[in-house]
Structure formats: C-alpha cells, structure tokens
C-alpha cells in the first residue's frame, strides 16, 4: 500500500543531544514538508523540499536540519540549538502536480520529548 | 504572504444537528487550492474535502460541504447531521496552484469540535 511512514512513533532526547526523525514516502511524490505542532495549536513549518537535493526553510527552521538526497525520504534532525523542541512532529508530501492529486498526505507524526 | 485565518478556537454542536466552521485567507493569487483536514485524538491527518480556486461549484463530501467565497476570500465548511466521530481538530489549509519553491502548504491555528450526544 502506498502511503508516508514516519519512525520513531515517540522519542526521547537528552539535553544536548541531536536526534533524527525519519519520513519514508512511497507515494512517488516529489514534494515533502515536516510541520512542528505544540499543544492546542495548529501546524507550523518548519522545513519543505519540492524536489530531491533542494529544500527550503519554514517558518520556524532554526534549531533544525533536513536533507533531501532521495526522493523517498526527508529526514529532520533536532539539534541541540533548538531550545524547545518538545512537541508533535509531522511529515507529509504532496504532489507538484496541479488540478487533481493536489492535496498532502501525511505521516502519523513523531512524538519528541526532551528529558 | 500567503496566510489562513480561522477564528473559531473552539466549536460545540449537538448530535445530528448542523455546524459551519470559518476560514478566511489572503493571497494574491487566483490559482490555489484550498482543503479542510480533520485531526482526531489520534493525530492522524485525515483530508475532508477540497476545493480548486478556479471552480465557482462548491465542494461537497457527503455530510461535508464548503461555502467557497473567493472575492471575499472566505471557505467556511459545513457539516450536516453531525456525529460524534466528527469530534476533532480541523484545520484549513492553503496551497498555491503555481509550482517553484514557494508551492508550500499552509495552515490555520485550527477550530476544536466538541460533539454533544
């Protein structure tokens, strides 16, 4: 079944340390974004790629990184300069294509949690 | 920039009866798209309908529709005979039409519904 993984489900992080989330997609879409959300609130981006080995900042990308070498994934790293990074992590992709097969398919999310 | 609106933080219907949740957005666009997703306590994202900018007809999904107002930059979604399944968060959403490194999709804060038995 074509769909987007996201792994690990729940994370821990230890002050200082960097962590990476994965986003696994087989759904042959060329664009990919990761949304931060905190509770009770909506999603913020952080990070979006249109195309493999380019990728552009949200609004809220300091603190964090990606990389985009395969189509397929688009993975975030959490780095230690990111104050707050407790919270929900999203990924999705889209297709760059328009009219039809417009709309994002996303990821079950990653829960982080700095401890 | 792009951005979406939603000023309804928290929404209450009862069971089977109607409710609209608001949506505004400012674009300078003409082409986009516009959808509604649905968040349930499990975090899933889940599409509830869509609808393209260059279409006058509203989008319907069975008990979902859409009120799409574009002079007035206004999509507002309706859900008919509401049941509890329908408790969740929703979030609209915009996308521009145009591709490039600015084809990125944006959301609004969200609206809470509670669906009373």
Redesign the interface.
């Known amino acids: 079944d074509g769909g987007i993984t996201q792994s690990p489900k729940y994370l821990f992080r230890k002050e200082g340390q960097n962590v990476t989330l994965s986003c696994e997609q087989n759904l042959n879409h060329d ?1 990919m ?1 990761w ?1 931060r ?1 905190d509770p ?4 913020r ?1 952080i990070y ?1 790629s ?1 195309i493999v080995n ?1 990728f ?1 900042k ?1 609004d809220i990308a300091e603190g964090y990184s990606v990389s985009r070498e395969k189509k397929e994934s688009f993975p975030l790293t959490v780095t230690s300069a990111q104050k707050n990074p407790t919270a ?1 992590y ?1 990924c ?1 992709s ?1 297709s ?1 294509r ?1 009219g039809t097969d ?3 398919f ?1 990821g ?2 990653t829960r982080l949690t700095v401890v | 920039a792009q951005t979406v609106t ?1 000023s309804q933080p928290e929404m209450s219907v009862q069971e089977a009866e109607t409710v609209t949740l608001s949506c505004t957005y400012d674009t300078s666009e003409s ?1 986009y ?1 516009l ?1 509604w997703y649905k968040q349930p306590p ?4 889940i ?1 509830v309908i ?1 609808q ?1 900018a260059y279409k006058q007809q509203n989008a319907t999904e069975n008990r979902f529709s859409v009120n799409f107002q574009k002079a007035a930059k206004s999509f507002s979604l309706k859900i008919s005979d509401s049941q509890l399944g329908d408790a969740a968060m929703y ?1 609209c ?1 915009y ?1 521009s ?1 145009h ?3 600015t ?8 609206t ?1 519904l509670a669906v009373q038995p």
């Open positions: 664009a974004y949304y959300q009770g609130q909506g999603l981006l979006y249109q380019d552009q949200g929900f999203l999705a889209s760059r328009t417009t709309e994002a996303f079950q999310g | 939603q082409d798209y959808f499990s975090r899933q994202m599409l869509r393209e979030f959403a996308r039409a591709g490039g490194a084809n990125k999709l944006i959301f609004g804060t969200g809470l």
